[in-house]
């Protein structure tokens, strides 16, 4: 006949009295373990969040500034053997390209338009604000002829040719304004070359570095 299995016996009470006791304590520290991981979560997210906002709000470009187009309104030449010459009346748009999170002050400048080196005529950029993020845009009337090109230059040649290459550059001095604290100077360079269609009178080419 099968013998049935006898009661199990239950543990000591000494063992049931330490689980009892080792309970509090387990959870206990499982919480500080959950709290310090969260401090450390905190302090990465806050690491990366500071990292980005140097990379992006508080990092500085220099605004680019340039001649964005020219109408040429009366264009004079002569093309002869002693005495080649040019008179040349345009208006022009320029461009002054805000690429940061402040506003960028600029005082006021000069824009010089050379041949071959040497200066032919000069416009007055009137100091202005270009806003966050934004480009601004400026018209300039201006007469360039040749009364200081030499006569032992290859004007004449150039003229024959049917174009001829002006410069025109230029410097701002500025302020970027970031978050109405921090103001960082920051100048703007201008240098940019154009090619002249003589017969049809309009800007061929225009070239900005």
């Known amino acids: 006949m099968e013998q049935k299995p006898g009661p199990t016996n239950p543990p000591p009470p000494s ?60 264009l004079s030449i002569n093309n002869s053997t002693n005495s080649p010459s040019f008179s040349m009346k345009f208006n022009a748009e320029i461009i002054v390209k805000n ?26 950029i009137s100091r202005s604000t270009a806003k966050v993020f934004s480009t601004k845009k400026m ?29 025109g550059a230029s410097n701002l001095r500025g302020q970027v304004e970031l978050m109405k604290v921090i103001k960082k100077n920051k100048a703007a360079k201008m240098n940019c070359s154009m090619i002249i269609d003589l017969a049809k009178k309009v800007v061929q080419e225009t070239r900005c570095d």
């Open 15 to 74: 063992n049931i009295e330490s689980a009892v006791a080792q309970s509090p304590e387990l959870r206990r520290k499982n919480r500080i373990k959950l709290v310090m991981l969260y401090i450390v979560l905190f302090i990465v997210f806050q690491i990366l969040v500071i990292t980005a906002f140097d990379l992006t709000v508080m990092r500085i470009r220099r605004p680019k500034y340039r001649i964005h187009s020219i109408n040429i309104q009366n």
């Open 99 to 124: 690429r940061n999170f402040g506003p960028y002050k600029f005082e006021n400048s000069f824009l010089t338009f050379s041949y071959k080196g040497i200066s032919v005529g000069e416009a007055v």
């Open 139 to 167: 018209k300039i009337s201006l007469t360039v002829d040749s009364e200081s090109v030499s006569r032992n230059s290859n004007l004449g040649r150039e003229i024959s040719s049917g174009r001829l290459e002006f410069n």
